[in-house]
């Protein structure tokens, strides 16, 4: 119902920052919350933010809060996390993903690699 792809992905000194983009297509009134989570080598998927419809937002950890901001664009069908300050362990594979309102996360999209060097 729900197709969902990453953009922005790519290498980035330390320090620096990155936008990545994911575009909703198909039923977009159902994801009433769209999220981010990534998957760093040789570890589990991880939880990095996400934000309702109505604006709301929540952060995996306090060092995410501080240094990424998720955003959306309703009337585009866009999600965005913007990452500043990243760090080498940021380095993964970062997915987007969507949920209804009493669902669990359902609808992926495939992935985009961000790579943080020294």
């Known amino acids: 119902q729900v197709q969902l792809v990453e953009t922005g992905g790519g290498l980035v000194q330390a320090g620096g920052s990155l936008r990545l983009s994911c575009a909703a297509s198909?039923?977009?009134?159902?994801?009433?919350?769209m999220g981010w989570f990534r998957r760093a080598p040789g570890k589990e998927r991880e939880f990095v933010a996400s934000?309702?419809?109505?604006?709301?937002?929540?952060y995996g950890t306090e060092s995410m809060k501080g240094r990424f901001t998720i955003s959306r664009d309703n009337a585009k069908n866009m999600v965005y996390l913007q990452m500043n300050s990243l760090k080498i362990e940021d380095t993964a594979v970062y997915y987007c993903s969507g949920r209804t309102t009493h669902g669990s996360w359902r609808w992926w999209g495939q992935g985009t690699q961000v790579t943080v060097s020294s």
């Open positions: 934000m309702t419809t109505g604006g709301e937002s929540v």
């Open positions: 198909g039923r977009t009134d159902s994801t009433y919350a």
